[in-house]
């Protein structure tokens, strides 16, 4: 989002019809690499952070340095993080690609998308039919344990967290899509969250479990971040799809592009920090106008 003191937006393209035709233009060149954030996965029941009815505006998200504590501060925050998460996780498991997701594999099956950069941690790229995505920020599918880095199955520490917690959710209400978090949690009262029994890593067998994502205030492995900035060379375009770019961990591929003269193109509706800047600014409804260039490419 624009913050005091950038530059006024440049007028963007909010007519859905034009918007697609404007993308399918500059798709149809091929080459493209996609940077994708939360705004994508808002029709597949998944709120982002900052949008008209984003989380941050309700809900704070826990950060490395709190998940990581020592002694019961730590403890507190982590057994608050995985008691929130074990009710919002099976919400963020059941969620299907929309046809956004659709539309970006199909691109990239048609040699039109080279790849997506992804901020989200949903794994839902992939499951539309992506075959070459970098989870910049990881996946909820996987844990990591913080003692011997062993990782393991999302869906297997649900099946052990369900055990050692049998009957800790009583009358709960399962927790509608829109009130789950991108980062897969939901909130909780407090007094539910003390009575929470949280698990340590299997193979080791006392490591402390953390989620294979990474939290606020954490840097992205440089591997990861290098590959991203080396995908960002290699393109024609980079097309921005539903993010803010209010992070840098994502902002900073639009910079990089920038300084080598490579075409930013923002798909996002609603305010970016790249929109003075971008080439072409595409305020419309992500959906329609992703599957709106699918069509008029053929």
Same mark, same amino acid.
């Given at each position: ?25 500059? %798709? ?93 941690? $949903? ?25 011997? &880095? ?5 869906? &297997?520490?649900?099946? &052990? ?21 991108? $980062?897969?949690? %939901? ?5 539910? %969250?003390? &009575? ?33 900035? *080396? ?36 798909? %996002? ?8 800047? *971008? ?20």
């Amino acid at each position: 989002m624009r913050r005091p003191g950038d530059p006024a937006p440049r007028p963007g393209v909010t007519d859905p019809a034009e918007a697609a035709r404007r993308l399918a233009e500059v %798709v149809g060149r091929g080459g493209a690499v996609v940077l994708s954030g939360a705004g994508l996965s808002t029709d597949s029941g998944i709120p982002d952070y900052r949008g008209p009815r984003g989380s941050l505006r309700r809900h704070t998200p826990m950060t490395y340095q709190e998940f990581t504590a020592a002694g019961a501060e730590g403890e507190a925050a982590r057994r608050r993080y995985w008691a929130r998460s074990h009710v919002g996780w099976r919400v963020v498991a059941r969620s299907r690609p929309n046809d956004g997701h659709r539309a970006v594999a199909a691109m990239e099956a048609r040699g039109r998308v080279t790849g997506t950069i992804t901020q989200n941690v $949903d794994g839902l790229h992939q499951a539309g039919g992506s075959r070459d995505v970098v989870e910049l920020h990881g996946s909820l599918d996987r844990v990591v344990c913080l003692s011997c &880095r062993a990782t393991s199955d999302r869906g &297997r520490l649900d099946d &052990r967290l369900r055990l050692a917690n049998e009957g800790w959710r009583g009358s709960l209400p399962e927790p509608p899509p829109g009130e789950v978090n991108p $980062d897969g949690d %939901v909130d909780l009262p407090e007094e539910v %969250v003390t &009575r929470f029994v949280v698990v340590p890593c299997e193979s080791c067998g006392s490591g402390p479990l953390k989620p294979d994502v990474v939290f606020f205030g954490e840097s992205v492995p440089r591997p990861r971040v290098d590959d991203c900035f *080396a995908r960002v060379d290699a393109a024609r375009t980079l097309l921005v799809l539903g993010s803010s770019l209010t992070v840098m961990s994502g902002y900073r591929f639009v910079l990089h592009a920038r300084r080598a003269g490579t075409p930013v193109v923002v798909l %996002v509706q609603g305010e970016t920090r790249a929109d003075a800047t *971008a080439d072409l600014r595409l305020d419309a409804p992500l959906t329609p106008v992703l599957v709106g260039a699918v069509r008029l490419l053929g």
